[in-house]
């Protein structure tokens, strides 16, 4: 560590309004991953992990689900540096593998427009899975613009920009343990 700078929390900026504590999400992520043992009980789901948002989300939640499962990850174009999604849909990283007669569980990070998961379902089930659910951690749903069905929803929220627990504003605080609203976006520093 040559810096000289004071350290600075990143935790703990200023700009940053927590909104769920890490304690909070755990909790919640455990009921989750109980239900989805219970519901998917004798089955075996493939657990779709939507890159690059949801990682932290999923690998909380598939320790909360004891079941015999698969995880893959996807990755669909998303807002880069914008903080409004721009409409467009578009895969960038595609499964390795086949999902006709699978069961598959989606794990999103959060539904905003929805545009991008109502592509994903279609796209699933287009490819023969034989079920397509839904896990979203949270899901904006004022903003809605395509109707899509989440079946393990962890928190309703406000219409604000969020980071934090995988969430990023342009690739930043992805690492906060909990998940936060920025007040003012256009502070950088
Ligand atoms: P949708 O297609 O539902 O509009 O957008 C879904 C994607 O937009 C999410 O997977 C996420 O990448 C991004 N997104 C939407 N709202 C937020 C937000 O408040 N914070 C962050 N970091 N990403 C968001």
Redesign the pocket.
């Given at each position: 560590m040559s810096s000289s700078a004071a350290a600075v929390s990143e935790f703990s900026n200023p700009n940053l309004e927590p909104l769920f504590s890490s304690e909070q999400i755990q909790a919640r992520v455990s009921e989750m991953g109980a239900e989805i043992a219970r519901d998917y009980a004798g089955q075996r789901p493939l657990l779709v992990g939507?890159l690059k948002?949801?990682y932290i989300f999923l690998s909380d939640l598939v320790r909360a689900t004891d079941l015999r499962l698969g995880v893959e990850f996807m990755a669909?174009s998303?807002?880069g540096a914008a903080?409004r999604?721009s409409g467009e849909?578009r895969i960038v990283k595609d499964l390795d593998v086949p999902v006709d007669g699978r069961d598959i569980l989606i794990v999103?990070?959060?539904?905003?427009?929805?545009?991008?998961?109502s592509f994903l379902i279609g796209s699933l089930h287009q490819r023969g899975a034989r079920t397509v659910r839904l896990a979203a951690l949270?899901d904006?749903f004022e903003?809605r613009?395509r109707e899509v069905r989440i079946d393990y929803c962890g928190f309703q929220i406000p219409d604000?920009?969020?980071?934090g627990y995988g969430?990023?504003?342009d690739e930043r605080y992805r690492n906060l343990p909990y998940i936060a609203v920025i007040k003012d976006p256009s502070l950088k520093d």
């Open positions: 939507v948002g949801a669909i998303s807002y903080m999604s849909v999103e990070d959060i539904v905003d427009t929805g545009l991008t998961l949270l904006k903003r613009e604000a920009f969020v980071v969430l990023d504003f």
